[in-house]
């Protein structure tokens, strides 16, 4: 039986979004979560136009130990902040299993990044939480890894797992990771879990996301994940892949006659 996650959205006709169940989740908002006044500019601006969870990072993972890592707990702060102002879902990456409870006061959902696909004592404590975990895939896993690392979650307890494709590496470099829409339909058989994509990390580049986003509604996601950004050119993180406001709505428009959860 295909597995449902319910997540409390305030923003919603029901109070609650399902993923994984007949329509498809749009969760977007900023890649890392900088101010009030962007998070809650991008806040307001993804809820008028079909999101009804808010991304955003507050422990960010960089690849440099020079690069931004975000705001910690100031940044959940303004993720609950919004939250209570607009009434969307959060959801926001959790690094540390000690982290884990912290990070769950001011979440609707855990995300766990590529790079702690296989980090089994953060799977380990996330499933002893019950909170909506999302799996991104390990940037080189197998899709039989990331499976098992889902179980890690699964086996302790907590049934709340939504895998996230969100590009792998390969030998091309015209993209910042490759997305393996092939993932999905395969995932959808052989797992119950839901699954949804992240075009921005999986493509590095903002002009390329409405085309995989559309390409992964067709592949049979359950949601997408997109950053976006008031100023992608002057954001802290990730602004080459960050959609501006009016290329967002643009998205939303394309995405007209897909069957939304609102
Ligand atoms: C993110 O979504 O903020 C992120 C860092 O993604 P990934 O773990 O896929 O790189």
Redesign the pocket.
């Known amino acids: 039986k295909d597995t449902i996650v319910r997540v409390p959205a305030a923003c919603t006709a029901q109070g609650y979004v399902e993923i994984g169940g007949q329509n498809v989740v749009m969760m977007a908002g900023p ?1 890392t979560v900088e101010s009030e006044k962007q998070l809650l500019t991008t806040a307001e601006a993804v809820l008028e136009k079909g999101a009804v969870i808010l ?1 955003g ?1 507050a422990f ?2 960089s690849t440099s130990p020079y690069g931004y890592r975000g705001m910690g707990l100031e940044g959940l702060k303004l993720l609950a902040k919004a939250r209570d102002t607009f009434g969307l879902a959060v959801i926001t ?1 959790v690094m540390t299993p000690t982290d884990v409870s912290l990070v769950s006061e001011y979440a609707d959902i855990l ?1 766990i ?3 702690n696909m296989q980090n089994y004592m953060l799977l380990d404590e996330v499933g002893r939480s019950n909170m909506p975990v999302v799996l ?1 895939r390990g940037m080189s896993a197998k899709i039989e890894e990331w499976l098992l690392a889902a179980e890690y979650i699964l086996a302790q307890g907590n049934k709340n797992v939504i895998l996230c494709e ?1 590009g792998i590496r390969t030998f091309e470099s015209a993209t910042r990771n490759t997305m393996d829409l092939s993932a999905i339909p395969v995932v959808k058989n052989l797992s119950h879990l839901p699954i949804i994509s ?1 075009p921005s ?1 999986g493509t590095g580049h903002r002009h390329l996301v409405e085309a995989m986003s559309l390409a992964s509604v067709t592949a049979g996601s359950d949601g997408l ?1 997109v950053e976006v950004h008031p100023n992608p050119e002057e954001a802290l993180k990730d602004g080459a892949q960050s959609l501006t406001i009016g290329q967002y709505q643009q998205l939303m428009a394309r995405l007209n006659g897909v069957a939304l959860a609102v």
């Open positions: 890649c991304r990072g960010k993972p990456e995300q990044g590529t790079r991104k969100r992240d990390q994940l």
